[in-house]
């Protein structure tokens, strides 16, 4: 029997998040309900973070309503704090992630303390939301270079990994934020924080910056993590990490697993549309190239 990846949909939250451009809260129910018609289970649908530093996510609420969230197991917000977290659960969340970084330069200026900070700051965040039977995802930025302070070392995640999950996180995004990272670098960091969080409870969220996101996913299966975060037509970008492009595009992901004989929840073709909604009816171009390739973009 052929493997089963879980491909997490980032778009609607961390596709998006950076815009200078307004998003219609119209395009991105949208754009949820196209990823649920391609089939996509688990979807971050937005975030409960300050609207004055990530405006594009001010609409969250709304957003959670018009697409059924309070129904969805798999429908994730980001929060950042415990307003965030309330807001979260009085509109249904069922999912949460938090979010720190394994440089304290990026967690400074993302979340506006170091690391160690950020990490007692969740702890009580992750306590409730699992005592609520909520799901929590904790997302590790920066895991292998930081815009600030450059080059981070496998061992500066590792216990940041381990942090999380000893409070309660049921699952690890690791994230390459600048998507500069090879193969290597990526096996670095996925053996270090393997000895303290079991390979199942680890996702890989990559970018593609520099062309190496599809290299670095197939890096992370070959290390046995079967969870992948993408978002669809490479939406994305970090505003606090100039330079960032967006993340590895769904679409890609999805041709290289079939390719390799895993198994999704996801139709290509289905999400080529949802892809195409992005291009048309929210005016942002797509960068994956198997949309360019199938749809001659």
Do not use: W
């Not at 704090?81 to 659960?89: S, T």
């Not at 996180?169 to 270090?192: S, Y």
């Amino acid at each position: 029997m052929s493997e089963h990846v879980t491909i997490v949909e980032v778009g609607p939250r961390d596709g998006l998040q950076a815009r200078k451009d307004p998003v219609a809260t119209a395009a991105r129910i949208g754009l949820v309900e196209h990823l649920r018609r391609a089939g996509a289970r688990r979807i971050e649908v937005g975030a409960f973070v300050a609207p004055d530093r990530v405006p594009r996510m001010a609409d969250t609420a709304e957003v959670m309503a018009a697409v059924g969230s309070r129904e969805r197991d798999g429908d994730m917000v980001l929060v950042a704090n415990r307003r965030g977290l309330d807001q979260a659960m009085e509109n249904g969340a069922r999912a949460i992630a938090v979010f720190t970084a394994a440089s304290d330069a990026f967690a400074e200026k993302n979340i506006g303390r170091a690391v160690a900070a950020s990490l007692e700051r969740f702890s009580p965040l992750v306590t409730a939301a699992r005592e609520a039977g909520v799901f929590v995802r904790g997302y590790i930025s920066t895991i292998t270079d930081c815009p600030y302070s450059g080059e981070v070392p496998p061992g500066d995640v590792a216990p940041v990994a381990r942090a999380l999950f000893e409070m309660g996180c049921d699952e690890i995004a690791l994230g390459e934020t600048l998507g500069k990272a090879t193969p290597r670098r990526i096996a670095a960091v996925v053996g270090a924080v393997a000895r303290h969080v079991p390979l199942d409870a680890l996702a890989a969220h990559f970018h593609d910056t520099y062309g190496m996101g599809i290299a670095n996913v197939a890096e992370a299966l070959r290390l046995g993590i079967r969870t992948v975060d993408a978002a669809a037509g490479g939406l994305g970008g970090c505003p606090f990490a100039p330079g960032a492009s967006g993340n590895v595009a769904t679409e890609d992901v999805l041709f290289m697993l079939e390719g390799e004989g895993y198994t999704t929840d996801l139709s290509l073709e289905q999400l080529l549309d949802a892809v195409a909604f992005i291009e048309h009816d929210m005016d942002i171009r797509p960068t994956s190239r198997v949309y360019k390739a199938r749809r001659g973009g």
